[in-house]
Each structure stands twice: as C-alpha cells, then as structure tokens.
C-alpha cells in the first residue's frame, strides 16, 4: 500500500472563498498538518475467486508503464454491471494488487458515492470528503464543485511531486455527472468507478462485468464454505447438487453468497437439500436472503431509479418466453409497431438488460427476470396489463408459426403462402424463435392460454421434426395433450398422441410410441376423424416395424392406405404405401416391396413433393440392392440424393449416402464406398445426428484403402 501522507501540508487561506479557485489570491502558512484519511480502500473480499481476465484488463489499465501502451493512455476505468455481479470486490481486489506491485505510492482514495441509494452522494459532496482523506482543513475547502475540483487536483498534483501517483476509487457511481468532477488529473494517477450503469461519458475503459462462469461459481461456494469450517467440504461432496445450485444463483456472485451463508448457518443441511428449496420456490429470490444481503433489494434498489417507461418494458421482458427474445417479440410485448429500441438501450446500459445471442435480440439475467414477474405478481394492474401482453406475442407466434408450416409443407399446385416467400425463410424465422415458440407452447397449462397454445404446438411438429429436435418435440406433444385433455379437445388431443408417438419412436422408446400411437389411433376412430386415424395407423405401422412386429405393421400400413384412398388422400396414400414396401422387405417379400414403392414414388412425383419422393426413391433402391438389381439401386439412390440435396436435408441424405456406399461395397468398389461412408457421416452430423455419424465413420474405418 502507498505510504501515509505525513509531510508538512500548504494551507489555503484567505477571504470567504467565491467558488473561483483560479482567480483568488492564496496566501500559503505553514504549519501541523490536517489529519489524512488516505489508504482506507476496503479489505479483499474473502474467498475471492475467479475473473482473471478482467483483473488483468484493469492492472493493466493502473500499470504506470502503460503495459505496452502510451504512459498514461488509460486515466479512468469504470467496471459496471448488474447489482450484485461484484463489482466492488473486483475493484478493490485490483487496487489492492496494484498497491502491492509498488504503482501508486502517494496512496489510495476511496469514495462510496451510494448512487442507487435515496440520498446519493453529489460530487461537490465526494468532492469534499476526498479533500478531507487528503488532509485539507474543512474551513479551507471552497464551495461549488468547480472550485472544489480545482483544489482537489492541484492537492493531487503537489502529492504526486512529493510522493508520487494516487488511485482514486469511486464506488457505486450512479451516473458519469457523479464521477467528472473526481478526476485526479496529472498523467499518473488513475481513476476507477464502479457502477451498475455503463458510463461511456467518461472517456473511460469500460468493463462491463457479467455472471461467473459455472466453474468460478463452483469455486466461490466451496471456498466460502471451508472459509467458515475448514473441514466443511458439502459442495466438493455434492457436485452435482452444488453445480445446480449455482446455476439457480444465476451465477451471480451476490446470490451465490447468500447461498454459502445460509449453508454455513446450517451445517448438517445437504447441498441439495438448499437447491430443492430454491427449485420448488414459487419465489426464488425470498430465499436468497440471509437477514443482511438480499437479492431483490438490490435488484429493487436499480428498478426504483428507472423512469416510468423503462420499468413497464422491463417488467414485461420478465414475462416474454424463452431465454431470449427478438425485436419483435419485443414490440409486441410493448403493444408497439416497432421495437422501443431507445428503451432497450437504457436498460441495456443499466445492465437490466443483456444483448443475447445475436444483433437484435436481448435477454435477461436469470433472476432479474425472477424480479420482474415478483413485481408484475404484487400489483393487480400490472398483472392484467402483462397478461395481455403474453396474449399478444401467443396470438403473434401463432399467426407465423401457421404461415411458416403452411410454407413448409407447400407443394405446386397450392395457394402461394403469404408470409414467407420459400422455405429457407419460413426456417429461418422458425429456427430465431425457436426457444420462444416451444416455451409459449408451455403456457398451455394455464386456461386463459390453452387453447391457442394446443394450436401453437400443432403448427411446429413439422418443423421440430425436420430439425430433428426431439426434446422440444416431446415437450410440447405432452403439454399440449394435456391441455386437450382438459378442455376435452378430442382432437387436438389424439394429435398431440400422434406427434408425441414419432418423437418417442426417434428417441429410441419404440414400446412407449406403439402405445402413444395406439391411443391417438383409438381417438381419432372415436372422434370418426378418417383421414388422421389413417395417419395413425401409418405411424403405429413404422413403430411396430421398428420392434420387428412385422406382420403387424403390414397389417398396419395396408389399413392406413385402404383408409387414404378411402377419403381420397393420394399423398398421404403414397406415404402409406412406402411404408408398406419397407414392412414387405423386412419381411423379406423383397418383389412385393418394389411394387409397393413404385406407385409411392409416382404418386409423389405426381403430386409434386420431391422431398417425400426423395424418400421413396431411397426405399425403392433398398429393395432393388436386395433383389440383387445393385445398378439400378445405385441410380435410385442418385435420384433420391438431388431432391434431398434440394431441401437441405441431411439427415436423409446421410441415409441414402450410407445406403450408397454399401452398394458400392456390394458391387466390390471399395474407395466409392469409403467416399461415401464419410459424405454420410458429415451429412449426418450436419443433421444433427452424432451416433449415426459415428457409424458412418466406423464403416468407413474398416475399408482397407
């Protein structure tokens, strides 16, 4: 630390001072100096852990030598960040690193400006404190924060002759009119504010400070811990359990040391016993308490100090789905035309706000969002005001998610759609809103929302299926057959069965999907809904097959297409009938199979839908490569390749090149046939399907060049 300013002090003195510092003739007296208050930097806070890097940018910023830069180039440095994030600890951890490394002699100033409190501390009144740590008698201290600068920096300025540099620290700094005036001036000294807002009027190097990462977060409840009781070694005995509930903290280092001190008050209580207690919470943050720290007083200490508009739009972030939300969602959130890009931007530099994933799409913080459903929840007018704000962007998602499917699934022939001029497009938007789509479908479980959100789900089982996201595509199955069932929704019910069954049947729970499919089946036969029983029975048919059922699934799919040609359904028809040629080959009627996939293959074409012809071109050449007709299989193969190749999809085209390289084996070509092991498994990891890549290489691995 720098050394106590104890040397003989130049007194101001004179008339009444007039606030012109500059312009007043002094007269100097020698004689005892003031008392100092300088060094009186805080301690480091105990368990410290992590943020190497942004130690690192801020000693870097003290180094006098300029580490690399010009002397001097870097005079002030504001960290910022969301209440709690830890701000002042990584200050003062900094300061005191700097002082240890002999930078700034002359001493340190510190300065708790209270910026988020009701009486905040001005400059002129920081200002003064400041001139008293240096020394300066109270009766010698001008008024107006002009004048008061002005002595501050030349006070500043005769220390650094005598001793050298200072570091000035103004913690919890409200706004950059707070922090001016407190620049030291010289070109050796430095400055560093912490606050929750950015402040780029400072000409500062910013540094915003976000959550720790999971693995600092672990560290800092396992020292905190063994801080109070060496042997207490509860979160390296539960890691697992002590990793969730650091990801329950949000990360955040304020809640994660409520969450250490209330295991430290409790010594026999399990990790996980703390993390049950936050999970089942309907309020997260009324356990994040220990008596002296809470969450959601310094959260509400931020939300107090926000104009009127930026409190609404924040409130109603909270209450946006997903982890994320794009302009848009953002706009009709806002019940606005266009997205309070503005607002989001004073928020964003409150550090209420993040920016997410991508230019144009925003997030907030875990338990900020826990905050703002707390304060929509207390009041019964924000509470219907943001109920009609999810009604909106439900309403909103549903209007484009149908656009987007309708697009998906157009085949010539068909009404343009509106919305989305090609597929890519309708995928793109689908892919943006992703996270957003599947947990607004969540919102199911509440009756105002259930019956628009049953139809939400309906519309993205085409996509999720595409995208082989089978997680979200049994996540929004089951919510939304439960929510059917409840409004006694016959059909959207024996829907939600069906999709649920083909997302159960790729997750590999075949059993579970014969009996998902059965029960839409039965439903759909209740409701006398013909042309989706036949679907059902088309889905139960695959399953079986996948359980080697197969006379079954014959019976299946022959139902299926009786049913199809029934209601006069001939693309669907050509699907029942591809499917039937696959049961007849694994049935081992190989000339039967052929005969069932080429009216699946001219029905397809005859309808227009290539994607669904490419399939059973694929089909089709299985059945030839096993007749022993391997030429024509592979030309089948090729056919099947353009038209998945035309629609980006991956995963069919890993089946077929994989299917390819094994007639090339076959035919005794074994460099074609590694060429396409490999095509295969990249096409496949494209597709997102890692163990199938995985065989793909494997087969290829064996070949010998």
């Not at 693995?215 to 697992?240: K, M, Q």
């Not at 794009?326 to 959130?333: C, H, I, N, P, W």
């Not at 699934?553 to 039937?580: E, K, P």
């Amino acid at each position: 630390m720098g050394e106590q300013y104890g040397g003989d002090h130049q007194d101001f003195r004179g008339g009444e001072f007039n606030g012109d510092f500059t312009a007043k003739k002094v007269e100097y007296h020698q004689h005892a100096p003031a008392p100092t208050a300088l060094d009186s930097l805080p301690p480091k806070a105990a368990g410290f852990t992590g943020r190497g890097d942004q130690l690192g940018e801020l000693l870097g910023a003290f180094d006098p030598d300029g580490s690399g830069e010009a002397p001097g180039a870097v005079l002030v440095a504001a960290v910022s960040g969301l209440g709690g994030i830890g701000k002042t600890a990584l200050a003062v951890q900094a300061v005191h690193e700097a002082c240890d490394r002999g930078w700034f002699p002359g001493g340190v100033l510190f300065v708790n400006l209270h910026g988020y409190d009701d009486d905040r501390v001005t400059a002129e009144q920081a200002l003064e404190t400041l001139l008293r740590a240096l020394g300066t008698p109270p009766e010698h201290i001008p008024n107006g924060v002009d004048a008061r600068a002005a002595l501050y920096r030349s006070v500043l300025a005769a220390r650094e002759r005598e001793l050298g540099a200072v570091l000035v620290l103004a913690d919890n700094a409200s706004s950059a009119e707070q922090v001016r005036p407190l620049h030291p001036g010289g070109v050796r000294h430095r400055l560093l504010a912490t606050s929750r807002s950015k402040l780029p009027q400072l000409g500062a190097r910013l540094l915003p400070l976000g959550e720790l990462s999971p693995g600092e977060a672990y560290d800092l409840l396992d020292r905190a811990l063994r801080i109070a009781a060496r042997g207490d070694a509860r979160v390296a005995n539960e890691g697992t359990a002590a990793a969730q509930l650091a990801l329950l903290c949000g990360h955040l280092p304020l809640a994660l040391q409520i969450a250490a001190a209330l295991l430290v008050l409790d010594r026999d209580k399990p990790v996980a016993e703390l993390v049950s207690e936050l999970a089942e919470s309907g309020d997260r943050l009324q356990h994040l308490d220990d008596g002296e720290r809470s969450v959601r007083a310094a959260f509400d200490l931020s939300y107090r100090r926000l104009p009127a508009e930026q409190a609404r739009l924040l409130r109603l972030l909270a209450l946006a789905p997903g982890p994320e939300v794009t302009a848009d969602v953002v706009a009709v959130l806002d019940g606005a035309d266009t997205p309070p890009v503005r607002v989001l931007d004073a928020l964003c530099r409150a550090h209420l706000v993040e920016r997410g994933s991508g230019r144009g799409r925003w997030r907030l913080h875990d338990l900020v969002r826990v905050f703002g459903v707390g304060v929509v929840k207390g009041d019964v007018g924000l509470w219907e005001e943001g109920e009609a704000a999810r009604e909106r962007v439900l309403e909103f998602y549903l209007r484009w998610a149908r656009a987007a499917d309708v697009r998906l699934r157009w085949l010539p022939g068909m009404p343009e759609p509106e919305r989305f001029e090609d597929r890519a497009g309708a995928l793109a938007w689908l892919d943006s809103e992703r996270a957003g789509l599947v947990a607004a479908v969540q919102w199911a479980r509440e009756e105002r929302f259930a019956a628009t959100a049953v139809r939400l789900s309906q519309y993205l089982a085409e996509y999720l299926y595409w995208r082989r996201a089978f997680d979200d595509l049994t996540t929004v199955c089951g919510v939304a057959r439960e929510a059917a069932h409840r409004a006694g929704n016959r059909v959207g019910e024996a829907s939600a069965w069906n999709n649920l069954g083909i997302a159960l049947r790729e997750m590999g729970q075949v059993e579970e999907a014969i009996d998902v499919h059965t029960r839409a089946r039965d439903l759909h036969q209740a409701v006398g809904d013909r042309r989706r029983e036949a679907s059902a029975w088309d889905n139960l048919g695959i399953a079986l097959r996948s359980t080697g059922r197969v006379e079954e699934a014959i019976d299946a799919h022959t139902r299926a297409r009786d049913l199809f040609q029934a209601v006069g359904d001939r693309r669907r028809g050509a699907s029942a009938w591809d499917n039937l040629g696959s049961a007849l080959r694994q049935a081992g009627r190989v000339e039967e199979a052929i005969d069932a996939h080429t009216p699946a293959r001219d029905l397809f074409q005859a309808a227009g839908d290539r994607r669904r012809g490419a399939i059973a071109w694929n089909n089709l050449g299985n059945a030839l490569w096993e007749a022993g007709r391997v030429e024509e299989a592979v030309e089948a193969y090729e056919q099947a390749l353009e038209c998945f190749w035309e629609f980006d999809d991956w995963y069919g085209t890993g089946q077929t090149l994989f299917n390819l390289a094994l007639a090339h084996q076959h035919a005794a070509r074994p460099a074609e046939a590694r060429t396409h092991y490999l095509k295969s498994a990249d096409a496949y990891t494209r597709a997102n399907a890692p163990t199938e890549a995985a065989g793909a290489r494997t087969w290829a691995e064996e070949i010998t060049p």
